[in-house]
Every structure is written in C-alpha cells, then in structure tokens.
C-alpha cells in the first residue's frame, strides 16, 4: 500500500540565497524518515521545491502513513532554521494527501465524507485522497480516523439487512399464561397510567408507581444487597466529554435529548420574551431560541458512562475489588420516534444500572452469581417464562459489526433477558422483549477512562435493569388482577394502592 503526502510549509520569511536547504532538507528528512517509517516499509522525500517563504516537499511511504515524518520533519527544520538563518516555519497544510488501504468487503453503495476529498474504489482496495487538510488535521491524525470511517461504513454495507447475532443461552420451563392482552391497554383502561405530557413520557398513577416501585425493591433486595452491590447517586445530565470518550456521540447522535442553558438570567434580557407570553399566551419560539445556548449536555442515556466517569483518572486499590456499584436516582432518556410502544418503549425510563469492576475472572465470577439471581427473581418471585441469548455487544452494534467478539471462549460479551409476551402471539413466532441485558465490555471503558488497578488488568461491566421493561413483562404474562399474582410477588408488593375514581 502506497501513501503520498504533498505539504506547503509557509516560513516566517524567505532564506537567504545562499542558503545550503539543498543539503539540511534531505538530511532532516531522511531522520524524519527513519524515526517515524523506521524499517516498517519504504519512505522518503521525493520531491521539494522552494518558492519565496513557501516550501513544498512531497514525502512518500510504503509503510505506516507520512503525516508523522511531516511533523517530525517540521520540527527539526524548524530547530535548524531558527539557529542559522533566524526563519522559522510558520504554518503547513497538506493540499494533497493520498493513501491505499484494504477494506473488508467491497461498498455497495457510495460513501460519503464530510471533509474535502476524493475515494476511489477498485474491488477491495480504497485509494483516499484528502484535499487541502490543516495543520490541525495533521497533528491530530484525521488521515487515519477517515480511513477507519470508510473502512466502517463499507463494513455496515456489508452487513445492512443480516441478522444481529442471537445464540440461546438457556431458558425456563413455558408457563401457561394468565393474561393475553396488551397490558399498557388495560392500564389506559383501568386509569393507571396517562400518556403525556411530551413524547414517550407516561404518568404512572398510584397503582402503577407502587408496582414499579415493587419491581425496584426485588431488584435491590433480592440481586443487588446479596452481591455486595453498593448504590451511588449520580446526575442527570452527561457531559458531551463523557459521551466522546465511550464513543456514544458517534454511535447515537439522533437518540439523545440535548440540554440548553439559558444565556443569561437577567429579567431585562427576558422581558421581551415574558412580554410576549403575557400577550399572546403562547411560546414565543424564535425569542426563546435567541435566549438559550446551543446544547451544552445531554440527558442520561445510560447511567455508566457517568460512573466511569466518577472513576476516570483514578487507581482502585485491590482491597476495593471487584468494585460493585449501581445507580437508580438518574432517568434514562432516548428519543425512540417510531419505535414507541406503550410502556415498554418509552422514552423516559426508570433502571437500575449496575456497574462492576475487577479483575478478567473476578468478572466472570460475578456474572454468575448475577444470573443466578437474576433466574432466582425470574423463576420464584415473578414466576415469568424468560430465556437468555447472546447476543452482539452493545458496543460493536454501533460500529457496524454483527457476532459475539469472542465466541468461543464468550468471556467478553452481552447477555439479553428476553419476556415471552402473549399479546403479541405464540411464543414460537412472536417477538421477545428484552427486559435486561448483562456485558462484561472487557477493557474498553476502563482504558477510555484512564482507570486502573493497584496491580494487573482491569476490566468492567454493567447490567441494565429496566423497571418499566421488568413490569410489563410481568403484567403481560400474569394480567392486572392482584389475585392471580405469584405469592413471591405479592410479598413483596404489599398492599396495593386502590384504583384512583374519576367521576
Ligand atoms: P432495545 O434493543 O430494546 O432498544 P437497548 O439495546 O437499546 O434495548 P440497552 O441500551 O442495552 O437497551 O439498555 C438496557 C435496558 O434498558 C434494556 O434491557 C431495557 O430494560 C431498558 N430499555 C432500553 N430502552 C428502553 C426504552 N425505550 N423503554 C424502556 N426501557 C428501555
Ligand atoms: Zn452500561
Ligand atoms: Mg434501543
């Protein structure tokens, strides 16, 4: 594979005429060469020329890509600029910088870039060419990260329309069920639940809160105490430094609710705004909008991008591990458009998100003692027919790829908890809900977020319990009538509030 990298360098001013470059620039060059391509492939300068305070060279490379040997070679021109002929190197760009790479299957369709370019597709061989890249993009390796990118959305090509990855992990025995409608329906019925007031946002009544409540105590009481999970509080919002670092503002940019600010609290600043309401009674939508910041946030997707923050930077000692923790004060939010579907697809949610970590077989451990709960609650407590899948990583769907990342040794990976639900038909054809999922995301996060232990590897994972998901799974296969409720369900439950009466 081939790289060529064409760079103007602007000096703070021209050399002298008898200024020996055609001796320095090779000699720079060459160590530039040596020390960035090394002995991984062929490089060097293969063209240069000189133009008032404008230098061009050209630098080529059958190794690693040039844009290291630029910097370099800048560097310490600069260095021996500066010492002999008082001229520095002011700016460079690359007007042109050309490279090959392979790509794992050909595109089938086009693809796009959002900086200056031109992609050349022969088979499975992409000759990229970028147009007029800064100094920015230079020192900060855009060439590489443009390369990943084609390289990942023809890999999405490649896979659009094929079945996620599912294996069958295990399952409970069927149960014979109780209820057979949608139970969101009956809740509307019964007056449990009102949808509103903005999208995908329910109001659980009494009687719903108390069950969902319900559901969170099972989980704290009959999972989390026992394990030695302890709870933390965390906020609301995630910084988009977090989402940068796990790769969620790449991954789902069009799922998050965005936070503005007000630019200012001043009353003075508002009056035409309050003005305006007080007249017309109504929102003043372009006034506001000149009053609020682009958005500075985003609200919770999920909570573990905020734990790990709460950990970046920081060494836990081994006493501390494997460290267990969860979180159930922040609500998640996502914008699901048209996947809505009453409470089980919502777009303001209640979960506990467990997070652990520690070492590689401390987390395995972990796992099973979490399943064995976990089959505990859904078999003795809820009474549910549920069964779990392997299922593709939560974090290599966002990159396009399908398939558990290491399938046979299934150390690294996520687990669904899928609900047979009866409305939707039999249990054969219809679809399963996923009311929780289980990963252990090996190394990812806790590299992302510079944490480490006092010795050896570090590794995390999370489990997201979703409470509104929980309920309704129990809900659709056991109905609404208290009475038919498992004995383990009802302990815990306690005394049901009344139905609200609406006249
Ligand atoms: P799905 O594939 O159903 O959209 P997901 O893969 O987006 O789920 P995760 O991000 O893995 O879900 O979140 C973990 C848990 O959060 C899920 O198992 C589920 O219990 C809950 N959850 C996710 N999205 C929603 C939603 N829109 N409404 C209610 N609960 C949700
Ligand atoms: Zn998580
Ligand atoms: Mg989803």
């Known amino acids: 594979m081939e790289h060529r990298l064409e760079a103007d360098l602007t000096l703070s001013g021209p050399l002298p005429p ?12 060459t160590e530039a060469i040596a020390r960035t391509v090394g002995k991984r492939g062929e490089g060097r300068l293969s063209q240069w020329t000189l ?37 520095g190197v002011r700016t460079f760009e690359a007007p042109r910088y050309r490279t090959e790479f392979p790509l794992d299957s050909a595109p089938t369709a086009a693809i796009t870039l959002p ?28 060439m590489d990260r443009a390369v990943a990118l084609v390289q ?37 019925k019964r007056q449990w639940v009102r949808s509103g007031p903005t999208k995908g946002k329910w109001f659980l009544g009494p009687t719903a809160a108390h069950l969902l409540r319900t559901m969170e105590r099972i989980a704290v009481e009959e999972v989390l105490r026992p394990l ?19 790769g969620h503002l ?16 001043d009353p003075a600043a508002w009056e035409r705004f309050t003005d305006l309401v007080k007249i017309t009674r109504q929102v003043p939508e372009e006034e506001l909008a000149h009053l609020v910041t682009p958005p500075t946030a985003v609200l919770c997707y999920a909570q573990c991008p905020t734990t790990y923050w709460w950990l970046s930077g920081r060494t836990l000692s081994s006493g501390s591990l494997p460290l267990k923790l969860f979180d159930r004060a922040a609500v998640s939010n996502r914008y699901e458009s048209g996947g809505r579907h009453g409470l089980e697809r919502v777009d303001e949610f209640h979960r506990i998100e467990p997070v652990f970590l520690g070492p590689p077989s401390d987390l395995v451990a972990l796992r099973e003692r979490l399943l064995e709960r976990y089959r505990h609650v859904f078999d003795d407590v809820l009474e549910l027919e549920w069964r779990t899948a392997w299922v593709t990583p939560f974090y290599m769907q966002q990159s396009g790829r399908v398939g558990v990342e290491d399938a046979e040794a299934r150390v690294k990976g996520t687990i ?3 609900a047979y639900l009866p409305y939707r038909g039999p249990r054969e054809s219809s679809e399963w809900l996923e009311f929780q999922n289980l990963s252990i995301v090996g190394d990812k996060y806790t590299k992302a977020f510079s944490i480490k232990s006092q010795t050896g590897e570090l590794w ?22 208290e009475s038919a409720w498992p004995t383990g369900f009802r302990g815990y439950a306690g005394e049901v509030p009344k139905d609200v009466r609406f006249l």
């Open 18 to 29: 008898t200024f020996p470059l055609g001796d320095l620039l090779p000699r720079v060059a």
């Open 51 to 87: 133009d008032g305070p404008k230098l061009h060279v050209t630098i080529e490379s059958t190794g690693p890509r040039p844009h290291q040997a630029l910097l370099a070679l800048v560097r310490r021109l600069g260095e021996e600029l500066g010492r002999e002929a008082k001229v």
């Open 115 to 142: 900086i200056p370019h031109q992609l050349l597709v022969e088979g499975t061989v992409a000759t990229l060419t970028l147009h007029g890249l800064p100094e920015e993009g230079l020192r900060d390796n855009w």
């Open 152 to 188: 990942e959305k023809a890999r999405r090509q490649g896979y659009r329309g094929k079945e996620q990855f599912w294996s069958l992990l295990s399952s409970s025995p069927p149960r014979e069920p109780l209820f057979r409608d949608d139970p969101t329906e009956e809740m509307l």
């Open 228 to 246: 030695g999970f302890q709870e933390v509080v965390q906020p609301h919002q995630d910084s988009f430094d977090i989402l940068l670092r796990t």
């Open 250 to 265: 790449e991954g789902l940019p069009g799922e998050f609710y965005y936070v503005a600010e007000p630019k200012t609290r």
């Open 416 to 418: 669904d908890f899928e």
């Open 460 to 481: 995390s994972g999370c489990t997201g319990i979703g409470l509104e998901r929980w309920l309704t799974a129990f809900l659709s296969q056991k109905g609404l009538e």
